[in-house]
T-cell receptor, first 113, second 114 residues
Framework: DTEVTQTPKHLVMGMTNKKSLKCEQHMGHRAMYWYKQKAKKPPELMFV???????INESVPSRFSPECPNSSLLNLHLHALQPEDSALYLC????????????FGPGTRLLVL | GNSVTQMEGPVTLSEEAFLTINCTYT??????LFWYVQYPGEGLQLLLKATKADDKGSNKGFEATYRKETTSFHLEKGSVQVSDSAVYFCALSDNNQAGTALIFGKGTTLSVSS
């Protein structure tokens, strides 16, 4: 089973709202990732958690706040977003070890009004 | 630094045509190489991978061979179907540690007509 789940599938929010994106995997993977993908572009890395610790933060604005409550869950808290933050947000996980393969969830399509 | 270069799309083919999408990379050491596919409105799915020189990854009729001498990992399929219409991303990982970021190419859009 190589499934990564994400909720919600779609989200519309105003610029003053606070919302959260959720990601879950039960493959025993030790690393989890958030990517942002704009239309017709490759995914851009935002954050990496490795063994539940934030290991990479790609200079993401503070209106995006990641959280890793345990090894299976990853959240992305959103606050005071801008319309240009509208995108597909992808979560991925990987095991590490001999071959580092990332498995992606279906994404949350976010629209900021 | 490490990078991945893919052929520019879109690639437009008729059903049953032969497909090649070129991918070359720049990396130090011995990266792992991947092809991901993204169908309209969906996330990325791992299509195939190769972890060392001369390895051939294959899945669903797609193949790619890790060529260290030409630093390439071209994707091929002998006979495409309409259902193969998607965006294809070549990617590399230069480290086998958990939490290593993938480096993606810009993506190639494939459109197959019946």
């Amino acid at each position: 089973d190589t499934e990564v789940t994400q909720t919600p599938k779609h989200l519309v929010m105003g610029m003053t709202n606070k919302k959260s994106l959720k990601c879950e995997q039960h493959m025993g993977h030790r690393a989890m990732y958030w990517y942002k993908q704009k239309a017709k572009k490759p995914p851009e890395l935002m954050f990496v958690y490795s063994y539940e610790k934030l290991s990479i933060n790609e200079s993401v604005p503070s209106r995006f706040s990641p959280e890793c409550p345990n090894s299976s869950l990853l959240n992305l808290h959103l606050h005071a977003l801008q319309p240009e933050d509208s995108a597909l947000y992808l979560c991925a996980s990987s095991h590490g070890g001999q071959v580092e393969t990332q498995y992606f969830g279906p994404g949350t399509r976010l629209l900021v009004l | 630094g490490n990078s991945v270069t893919q052929m520019e799309g879109p690639v437009t083919l008729s059903e049953e045509a032969f497909l090649t999408i070129n991918c070359t990379y720049t990396a130090t050491g011995y990266p792992s190489l991947f092809w991901y596919v993204q169908y309209p409105g969906e996330g990325l799915q791992l299509l195939l991978k190769a972890t060392k020189a001369d390895d051939k990854g294959s899945n669903k009729g797609f193949e790619a061979t890790y060529r260290k001498e030409t630093t390439s990992f071209h994707l091929e399929k002998g006979s495409v179907q309409v259902s193969d219409s998607a965006v294809y991303f070549c990617a590399l990982s230069d480290n086998n540690q958990a939490g290593t970021a993938l480096i993606f190419g810009k993506g190639t859009t494939l459109s197959v007509s019946s």
